[in-house]
């Protein structure tokens, strides 16, 4: 015998059955976490013309739907943001970054500031100025120990401390945290430590420049790279930069044992790169990445160079590059505005960049400009043989104003000839998808990373500086909070000196 809460229950679900099979084509329904973002100028970052009143719907984290508002099915129950009068982009992407080393607030860069908690902060001033993702490069972890004469070159004088065989004890944070999602920053990937000849890595401050595995024979650029691919690392990073005469760099055999390597194990290899002779023989091994210009220092790329990429890039894959204009370009007005204070003090700006901003004089800046163009002449070259110019800040050493020197380098791109379209596109969807990221473009499928703008970046690039809000993930970071902090500790630190 059928039990009445039997009956009840079947036809309960005879209705709701029903229900779906005559909803109206078209509908949807919403499980309550459905939200529609109504009336902006949205730039997509596909780099077509931006949508006058628009609207999209973000569900589960991500865009679902695109259009114009009234012309897009909405789900029953979706939350309405009023966006009139903004102007929407997608969240950008950095390919270069040196994370973790840095203590913002104090203005010191070391080993011992790299931390869980100080990665993270770096990934919020990330997300704070609207980048959904950053790869970091020459992070701070453990590798195996390297033969005990190479680590005597290497660590001169040497540590005592450190183990004679086994691994740094430097620990695995960058690992660790690219395996989460992190409210209110941005994600995290890691090129590891690097690769390069003993002592011919990073430069900059001393606490990046042993961090790299040292090689000089190609049975340990194997090894490395063997160590190397025991992590998940978005691509094995190398240096070949004789820093103008001054250091041995990796020779062609070694990095040509690295790449071969490395394509064993299902890993690219980027390469710290100068001279046109080694670009050449890199990319003839199968280089894909480069992380600055691939030649410089007065060397640009000839027709054999161009040809080489331009077959690379028909039969095998995507290659790219990141880069930059010089700064001084944007004279000291780049260094003087509202979303900065916001970061740092103006005391602490003034400490670490006063003497450099009062040398930024008519001259030097319009000297810097013309350099800057020459720049882009040259990236345009390398372009139009079919690489990808992405986003790439090269940030991470006390001074540059962290995160900020990452927004006046995504504008520098307009003193190297670049369209504020073009801009956006090579720092949203392009660097998304070079770093494996599913971000960078307002479309379906894509997580929901956006920034609300006050102003029209394309009608002035210097606009991308005004900031409403910030949506990581399909939800509004929490920039209030993250900017109490930051300038509570402003007054802590100013106590103590």
Request: with cysteine.
């Amino acid at each position: 015998m059928i039990t009445k809460t039997f009956t009840h229950f079947f036809i309960a679900a005879f209705l709701l059955a029903a229900a779906a099979c005559s909803a109206p084509a078209g509908s949807q329904t919403a499980p309550g976490n459905a939200t529609v973002f109504e009336g902006a100028l949205l730039i997509t970052g596909d780099g077509s013309a931006p949508i006058e009143n628009s609207a999209f719907v973000v569900q589960n984290d991500q865009f679902t739907t695109v259009g114009r508002k009234g012309q897009i099915a909405v789900p029953a129950g979706a939350a309405h943001v009023d966006l009139t009068g903004k102007t929407v982009m997608p969240a950008k992407v950095d390919m270069h970054g040196h994370l973790g080393y840095e203590n913002v607030i104090e203005g010191t860069t070391s080993k011992e500031n790299f931390t869980r908690e100080n990665l993270i902060d770096h990934l919020e001033r990330y997300a704070y100025l609207g980048f959904s993702g950053v790869v970091d490069i020459a992070s701070l972890t453990e590798r195996e120990i390297m033969p005990a004469d190479h680590l005597n070159l290497f660590m001169a004088p040497r540590d005592p401390k450190m183990p004679k065989t086994g691994r740094f004890p430097w620990g695995d944070v960058p690992f660790r945290v690219q395996e989460e999602v992190i409210p209110n920053a941005a994600l995290f990937r890691t090129a590891g430590p690097g690769i390069s000849w003993p002592g011919a890595g990073a430069t900059g401050h001393a606490s990046r420049n042993d961090v790299m595995y040292p090689v000089t024979t190609e049975e340990e650029a194997r090894q490395a790279v063997q160590d190397y691919a025991k992590n998940k690392v978005a691509f094995v990073k190398i240096w070949v930069d004789s820093r103008g005469g001054k250091l041995k760099t990796l020779p062609p055999p070694l990095y040509r044992a690295i790449i071969d390597e490395a394509r064993k194990h299902n890993l690219t290899v980027a390469a710290h790169t100068v001279k046109l002779s080694d670009a050449k023989e890199l990319y003839k091994a199968g280089l894909v990445g480069s992380t600055h210009m691939p030649v410089r220092e007065g060397e640009e790329p000839d027709e054999e160079l161009l040809a080489i990429i331009r077959d690379r890039v028909a039969n095998d894959r995507p290659l790219w590059f990141t880069e930059h204009g010089e700064l001084d370009a944007l004279g000291p007005e780049g260094w003087d505005d509202p979303l900065l204070w916001e970061m740092l003090s103006r005391e602490q700006v003034e400490r670490q960049k006063g003497p450099a901003i009062k040398k930024l004089t008519p001259e030097v800046v319009a000297r810097a400009r013309e350099e800057s163009k020459q720049m882009g002449d040259v990236a345009r070259k390398f372009i139009k043989a079919g690489m990808k110019l992405v986003f790439g800040s090269d940030n991470g050493a006390a001074g540059r104003g962290y995160g900020w020197y990452n927004q006046i380098e995504f504008e520098s791109w307009i003193d190297m000839g670049f369209t504020p379209m073009e801009a956006i596109v090579m720092a949203t969807r392009d660097a998304a998808e070079i770093g494996g990221f599913n971000t960078g473009l307002v479309a379906p499928g894509k997580s929901g990373d956006f920034i609300v703008l006050d102003a029209n970046p394309l009608m002035e690039i210097k606009n991308s500086r005004r900031i409403s809000k910030v949506y990581l993930r399909g939800k509004q970071v929490d920039r209030d909070t993250m900017r109490a902090r930051w300038q509570g500790k402003w007054k802590t630190t100013a106590a103590r000196s």
